[in-house]
């Protein structure tokens, strides 16, 4: 059979032609389908602009609050966060934050649609929160970029209003730091009573340093400072730190070195991350490793961990990967038990000494718990204090007055109580 006739017949079969109409129907459709596709791929990758932000990141937050605030405040698919707020009067108030549910949402900005999609992840969880993964991804028309870095301004901006002229507590939480409670508000640094000229030290000293990088830059000195407080406790290290940090609009990083699996790299990990404009404090150094060998016991909590390590903290201090740009503090109820190596220049740069109160102290002191009474009974109270020949610190007479709140005659008339209580064991700074 000819091949004209062959086809001729194939055409005339109904079984045939009704199976090729149906291949060609679905062919067609495959590749109208493939194009669609390929159509939206290039168009969102030539004419759509994308953003994604993973929840490890410090703007996530940022951005769900800014979105909540500004962006899809219409949204009426929201999830709940429970936030606790701390008032002028330090009583904790409850309150509730809507925020957009996992999904899609839409929101108009500057001219633009912008699309917002949140999603999580059911199979990888953040280890150390317990909690599923989860990004933000902005999707907006157009090949505008510095739209992006407006929300990201505004976002930011925001979240720093909302804490600003508050301290924030961070503390080590796995390998990232993490803010520790409340916003608090700032101790103002007069109202740590110390002797004279030692607030106004620190501060213009931390202050320099905080003004002067180039100064540092040009003379190849690493941009980092030490400090070191010592002396007994309850006489203000600790209340001194987080009122500067508080006058100077800094945060606090807590570091505790006696922590279980804290090791060397850690450690030089959780230096250099450390937030911005913050200080990095270590409190009771000298006790960071003695602690762990003092019983058996302790020797057994730490069985199988690696540990952290003397060499391991003055490398993080002044070492060769040690990081720039910070602020650490140290206190230490006893300096003669430090190593040389660790408080040499370079790595501790301003040693003070907070001891006891002296007369100027306690008159400041007195005036400033009872400011309506008059000045000679301040100095009568100093006068009887000192006649106790007993060193008191500042925790201790600060007790004794919050006994006497609306009594200063008590005050000055129950001195002698104040022999009684051994300031140097009893109190803690």
């Known amino acids: 059979m000819p091949l004209p006739d062959f086809i001729s017949s194939l055409t005339d079969n109904p079984y045939f032609s009704a199976g090729f109409g149906l291949f060609g129907i679905g062919a067609g459709a495959a590749v109208m389908r493939k194009g669609y596709m390929m159509g939206m791929?290039?168009?969102?990758?030539?004419?759509?602009?994308?953003?994604?932000?993973?929840?490890?990141?410090?703007?996530?937050?940022?951005?769900?609050?800014?979105?909540?605030?500004?962006?899809?405040?219409?949204?009426?698919?929201?999830?709940?966060?429970?936030?606790?707020?701390?008032?002028?009067?330090?009583?904790?108030?409850?309150?509730?934050?809507?925020?957009?549910?996992?999904?899609?949402?839409?929101?108009?900005?500057?001219?633009?649609?912008?699309?917002?999609?949140?999603?999580?992840?059911?199979?990888?969880?953040?280890?150390?929160?317990?909690?599923?993964?989860?990004?933000?991804k902005l999707t907006a028309f157009g090949k505008n970029k510095p739209l992006f870095f407006e929300i990201l301004a505004e976002a930011r901006d925001l979240a720093i209003k909302q804490n600003e002229g508050k301290t924030i507590m961070y503390t080590a939480y796995g390998s990232e730091w993490r803010q520790f409670g409340n916003p608090r508000k700032p101790r103002p640094l007069n109202s740590v009573v110390l002797d004279e000229g030692i607030s106004e030290r620190i501060r213009k000293d931390v202050q320099d340093f905080m003004n002067n990088p180039e100064w540092y830059s040009n003379r190849g000195i690493p941009y980092r400072r030490g400090y070191l407080l010592h002396g007994p406790p309850g006489c203000g290290k600790s209340s001194l730190i987080t009122a500067l940090a508080g006058d100077l609009q800094l945060g606090i990083c807590v570091l505790n070195l006696s922590e279980r699996g804290l090791t060397d790299d850690r450690l030089n990990h959780l230096m250099a991350l450390a937030p911005e404009n913050t200080i990095i404090l270590l409190e009771d150094i000298d006790s960071a490793f003695a602690n762990r060998e003092e019983t058996s016991e302790v020797k057994a909590a730490y069985a199988g961990l690696n540990r952290l390590t003397f060499s391991g903290l003055l490398n993080c201090l002044d070492g060769v990967a040690s990081s720039e740009a910070r602020m650490v503090f140290m206190t230490t109820n006893y300096p003669e038990r430090l190593d040389p190596a660790l408080i040499r220049p370079g790595r501790v740069d301003l040693k003070e000494y907070i001891g006891y109160c002296t007369p100027s102290q306690l008159v400041t002191m007195f005036r400033r718990f009872y400011p309506e009474v008059p000045v000679d009974l301040a100095f009568t109270f100093s006068e009887s204090v000192q006649s106790l020949k007993v060193p008191v610190s500042a925790a201790t007479i600060q007790g004794h007055f919050m006994q006497h709140k609306e009594d200063h005659l008590g005050a000055i008339d129950n001195v002698s109580c104040l022999k009684s209580t051994d300031g140097f064991k009893k109190t803690a700074d």
């Open 41 to 136: 791929i290039l168009f969102r990758r030539h004419y759509m602009t994308t953003l994604e932000v993973p929840c490890r990141d410090k703007s996530y937050q940022w951005l769900l609050q800014w979105i909540t605030l500004k962006g899809a405040k219409k949204t009426q698919h929201l999830s709940v966060e429970t936030k606790f707020q701390q008032i002028e009067t330090g009583r904790i108030t409850t309150r509730h934050d809507f925020i957009p549910s996992i999904g899609e949402h839409f929101f108009w900005y500057k001219r633009t649609w912008i699309r917002v999609e949140r999603t999580r992840s059911q199979q990888t969880i953040d280890v150390h929160m317990g909690v599923p993964f989860e990004d933000l």
